[in-house]
């Protein structure tokens, strides 16, 4: 169905509200018969004739189907209201009130653009049907997209607001009561909606850009990448274990920076529940958690990493990136090993994908010396 | 001249014989009307007809459900509805011959005075 379907399927379905307007007097089995089907006929008309169709006039119309029909001119004053002819008024006068409004240039502008939006008003109805029922429920207003049920039940919610705008799946009246219930409880319910969205939203903004704490790695990070732990190796090349590092001020050198102090980190959570090896502190009884003796000890997989209770008993020593490094050429009889102040004259800090054995284009040194 | 009027009193007759044969629903009535040559009929005096040729008893209706659109009220003639068609028929034929003789055989004037003729 296309817009302009669609816009002829409301006229007409207005029309006849219109023309029940006029038989509003009758009883409503006389008033039910004559109108009958006139939506369908009306539509069928409409294809028939093409360009050519044009709603008559609803009272002539009614006054017309009242003679044929062998009934009597409209009373004045016998009218038998039910909710039915209430809503039709109100739908009648509505259309009198646009027509009226549509006589201003800007107006009538104003009123096409809402017109081409009724979709999106669909889709909120929808949504806000959703929302109430989720709220009700205790569930987020805001599905997970991850969640089969809660998407189902928004797809099937806007699918029905959607038939319902297009004039669609109310065979009954009392649906179309309902479909006007609905909407005002949407149209009730839409705007503290929208408020309750904003601050959710605002608050996940402040999340991200006011507290970069909760997002970028705190501690010992290169190029923006979370250090897990530190070899070292002396300068003949040999791994070494249990090396206590301290930064330029005599601070202790962690990986875990001050979050893990400030918290009492029990196991390194950076990377702990992501299921891979979580470094854990070195612990000597009677003190506070260790953090700068390196290598540090690691939960391997499957030891509570995946965010239950971490079984500290199985922190191992994993083995060595490499097994050896090349010796530094410093490493002579000549140079005194012993003198702490010595400034290494090259750094060996293997760079590029740990492996077994280092191939000579990855060792930190040009000439190495076994 | 206007054939609406005329229409008016003969719709009865016109509706109950595009049904004598093949029922039909309410536009579906319209357009064999039409197709037969009655464009003028209004389609809310024929939708009021049906109606009151069914309170007359001269026609039963049915609903017949459709997939995808509305339901269609179907309208078919009762035994009533053909002997009435029958009765208009018979009205009809000796109508339209008397007024057939009456506009064939009446006399047209010799010859129409023009203005300033006698001058």
Known sequence: MNATELDLNLDINRFAQQVRVELADLPGDDADDLLDGLEADLAEQALDRGEDFALPDPATYAAELRAAAGLPPRAAGSRRTSARDVMAAISVRLHQVESRVRDNHAAAWLLDLCAALRPVWWILRGWAWFAVVALVLGASPFPDALSFLPIALLAGLILVSVQWGRGRWLPRAWLRVARTVLSVLAVVVLPFLIVYGAQE?????????????????????????????????????????????????????????????????????????????????????????????????????????????????????????????????????????????????????PSGTPSATPSPEEAPLESPTP | MDTTQLLKGVLDAAVLAVVQHDDGYGYDIVRRLRDAGLGEVGDASVYGTLRRLYSAGALSSYVVPSDGGPHRKYYAITPQGSKTLAAQCEDWSAFASSMSALLTTSPTPASLRTIGENR
């Open chain 1, 201 to 349: 939203w605002s608050s996940r903004g402040a999340e991200e850009y006011v507290d970069p704490s909760v997002y970028y790695p705190q501690g010992m990070a290169v190029d923006g990448e979370r250090v897990r732990n530190i070899y070292a190796y002396d300068a003949e090349g040999n791994a070494l274990t249990d090396v206590q590092l301290f930064d330029q001020d005599g601070r202790p050198l962690v990986t875990t920076g001050s979050e893990g102090k400030a918290n009492a980190w029990d196991v390194d959570h950076y990377f702990y529940a992501g299921g891979g090896p979580v470094p854990v502190p070195l612990r000597i009884p009677s003190r506070e958690a260790i953090w700068n003796v390196y290598p540090l000890q690691e939960l391997p997989a499957g030891a509570g990493t995946d965010g239950l209770d971490p079984d500290l008993d199985r922190a191992q020593t994993r083995p060595f990136p490499y097994a050896q490094v090349p010796a530094l050429p410093a490493a002579d009889p000549t140079r005194d090993d012993t003198d702490a102040t010595q400034t290494p004259t090259a750094t060996p800090a």
